[in-house]
């Protein structure tokens, strides 16, 4: 055997019996919290503590340093730690998968060990209209430490309402295939037809972690927000309109005429001048 896998071989056997190595699966956007198996309850400050991370294999950051988060990191503002020195991270994406190490001074001895995995749905294309009938393709994806290496076969699997697990074609929906840690099911959508479908991952015959996926098929009114600006302009132009109006003959109804008085009084006048005219007239005959 080569030396330098049997080198590989024992330390990862010692590390098994004198250490603790555990899986977490959360889905994007969950908080997480990582166990520290080797902290025990009296130890409330966690001062004797460190969290280490490793995302790739070759390159492996503290968070954690005496009990406190490391304030250069990237992630600080997501991380806590916890009264049992567990490792909080709020908002997990697929940055924060990997592999955690939670130690207790400088031994390596009783290091414990957490591979934290995060499990992710998306509609492909990402920009599909989601209220709009056709088909849409759904990935579901585990996101986990590349030593691993990828998901056993139909591990990574779809199930209905029922629980039953959906494998090639059937009555709206298509399971195309699982590639290493990605599995992809076509679904019709259909106007009323809002079906649930739900991604699990199994390990040993067991559900680790399960992710929904309810399409939204409502019919869309096919207004766009600018449709909307443009209706309320107009219902606030038609208001305008009728109170520029019921103003104008308000004004109108306010302008009092002429009384038919006053024109019999003009009259009147004009007949009286006339009157006074005819002796004058009648004297120089």
Same mark, same amino acid.
């Given at each position: 055997?080569?030396?330098?896998? /049997?080198?590989?071989?024992?330390? =990862?056997? =010692?590390?098994?019996?004198? &250490?603790?190595?555990?899986? !977490?699966?959360?889905?994007? &956007?969950?908080?997480?919290?990582? +166990?520290?198996?080797? $902290?025990?309850? @009296? ?5 004797? /503590? ?21 304030? @250069? @990191?990237?992630r600080a503002a997501r991380l806590s730690v916890d009264t049992g020195c567990s490792l909080v991270i709020n908002n997990v994406t697929a940055e924060d998968v990997g592999h955690y190490t939670c130690r207790q001074g400088r031994s390596t001895d009783h290091d414990a060990v957490v591979y934290l995995n995060v499990l992710t749905i998306s509609p492909s294309p990402p920009d599909a209209d989601p209220k709009r009938d056709g088909e849409v393709t759904l990935e579901c994806s585990l996101l986990r430490y590349r030593s691993l290496g990828p998901c056993p076969q139909n591990s990574v !699997? ?5 629980? $039953? ?24 959508? =259909?106007? %009323? ?6 991604? =699990? ?9 399960? $992710? *929904? ?8 009114? %096919?207004? @766009? +927000? ?32 002429? *009384? ?20 004058? $007239?009648?004297?120089?005959?």
């Amino acid at each position: 055997m080569d030396t330098k896998l /049997f080198l590989i071989f024992v330390l =990862q056997f =010692q590390a098994g019996i004198s &250490g603790t190595t555990t899986y !977490r699966y959360y889905r994007a &956007g969950d908080d997480a919290t990582l +166990p520290c198996a080797t $902290a025990s309850p @009296s130890d409330t400050t966690c001062s004797t /503590f460190i969290w280490l991370y490793n995302c790739n294999q070759y390159q492996t950051f503290i968070e954690v340093q005496n009990g406190n988060v490391v304030k @250069s @990191s990237a992630r600080a503002a997501r991380l806590s730690v916890d009264t049992g020195c567990s490792l909080v991270i709020n908002n997990v994406t697929a940055e924060d998968v990997g592999h955690y190490t939670c130690r207790q001074g400088r031994s390596t001895d009783h290091d414990a060990v957490v591979y934290l995995n995060v499990l992710t749905i998306s509609p492909s294309p990402p920009d599909a209209d989601p209220k709009r009938d056709g088909e849409v393709t759904l990935e579901c994806s585990l996101l986990r430490y590349r030593s691993l290496g990828p998901c056993p076969q139909n591990s990574v !699997r779809w199930v209905n309402e029922t629980g $039953a697990v959906l494998l090639g074609e059937g009555v709206g929906y298509k399971f195309l295939r699982q590639t290493e840690c990605v599995s992809a099911l076509t679904v019709k959508r =259909q106007s %009323g037809n809002n079906r649930k479908y739900t991604c =699990q991952f199994v390990d040993n015959n067991k559900v680790e972690i399960e $992710a *929904d996926y309810t399409p939204d098929f409502t019919e869309s009114t %096919g207004w @766009s +927000p600018l449709s909307y600006v443009m209706l309320a302009l107009r219902i606030a132009g038609l208001i305008l309109m009728i109170v520029i109006t019921i103003h104008v003959i308000r004004i109108k109804w306010n302008t009092k005429p002429l *009384d038919d008085d006053d024109s019999e009084n003009n009259d009147g006048d004009v007949q009286h001048e006339n009157d006074g005219a005819r002796p004058a $007239a009648a004297r120089l005959h």
